[in-house]
């Protein structure tokens, strides 16, 4: 299956993604391949030859042959509290050793706490999975939720959960004064267009910690065109006014921007198909400034503007690499 032909739900935020801070916490056994491996990018890989003491290895969460009643089930703390759309549950390499069934159900919790005797509310019904597969069902409940237990029946592997919808963030306990990251994917910002990402995702760019290599970023192919610019467009967790900006390039060397110009667009409304069609007015924030290879470069003084704006948009000149981008202001109303 290739990503158009995907649910338009897994454009979304993967909420219960490890490297968002996702967390599998509990599960009823792992015997053959550990529960965090669910939480892992991609879909999982598959080497013919590599075995443990315990069996085979795989790239998944895999428990061993149930011989007693019941089913195996594994509690995903997600990242952030969030309203799902959508989830896969990835069978991708489990053949012969995936469950046929699975369902997932949810809670609201503020810890961990006592999590096993939590009230969970199913959010998924029993549902057929099928081999070495991506397995999507839309999630109908809106409500929010910060745990989920997905239970397999009555055992095997699973590869991947990805959990995808929208982070939960209680703005209204958020002091006025308080600085944030409005660009934090963990806030509720989202990359939601670009031109060009040929070698790594731009939903990167936003997310916790620095790039662990030079895959870990928002990187464009080369281009030839003269006076080329690279852009893309991140929806900011609240609308807000900016008054420091980390542009990070780490691991990229040979192949960083030359500069970079960040600009600012206040939308007063949901609508953002419009958004780069030529007649949307920018204002700039940062103006166009030269980068270095691998650095962290953080610019204050630089800011032109202190509107407050709900999507920005950075420029990189020509092409290149960027680690992260962080941008951190106070909301406005």
């Known amino acids: 299956m290739t990503t158009t032909d995907q649910p338009a739900f897994t454009k979304l935020t993967d909420l219960a993604a490890e490297r968002l801070g996702g967390k599998a916490i509990l599960c009823s056994d792992d015997f053959f391949a550990e529960k965090e491996n669910l939480l892992k990018q991609g879909r999982g ?15 998944g969460w895999e428990s061993r042959r149930k011989r007693t009643p019941g089913h195996d089930w594994c509690i995903i703390q997600l990242a952030t509290s969030g309203r799902l759309h959508g989830v896969d549950i990835d069978t991708n390499h489990f053949l012969g050793n ?32 099928q081999p070495g597969s991506q397995n999507f069902y ?38 006025k004064n308080e600085v944030v990251d409005l660009a934090a994917a963990v806030n509720g910002a989202k990359s939601i267009l670009c031109n060009d990402m040929f070698f790594s995702h731009m939903d990167n760019l936003i997310m916790p910690g620095r790039g662990v290599n030079m895959g870990d970023g928002w990187e464009t192919k080369r281009n030839r065109t003269p006076n080329n610019r690279d852009w893309v467009i991140v929806r900011l967790a609240h609308k807000g006014v900016i008054e420091k900006i980390l542009i990070d390039t780490a691991h990229f060397k040979g192949n960083y921007p030359d500069s970079c110009l960040l600009e600012g667009y206040n939308l007063s409304s949901n609508d953002e ?26 610019f204050e003084k630089e800011i032109l503007s202190k509107d407050a704006f709900t999507h920005v948009r950075l420029s990189i000149f020509p092409d290149g690499g960027v680690s992260r981008m962080r941008l951190w202001g106070k909301i406005k109303e």
């Open 98 to 129: 995936h469950p046929p069934f699975a369902s997932i159900e949810a809670c609201n919790l503020s810890s961990n706490d006592d999590v096993e005797n939590a009230a969970w509310k199913e959010i998924l019904p029993k549902s057929p999975l």
């Open 45 to 59: 890989i598959f080497i013919p030859d590599k075995y443990t003491d315990r069996g085979k290895w795989m790239d």
């Open 273 to 298: 198909r419009n958004i780069n069609n030529g007649e949307v007015e920018w204002t700039t924030i940062l103006p166009q400034t030269k980068l270095q290879a691998d650095h962290e470069h953080y």
């Open 138 to 175: 839309e999630i109908v409940d809106k409500n929010i939720y910060t745990h989920l237990r997905l239970n397999i029946y009555p055992d095997g592997g699973v590869a991947r959960l990805k959990v995808y919808g929208e982070v939960f963030k209680d703005w209204s306990a958020v002091d």
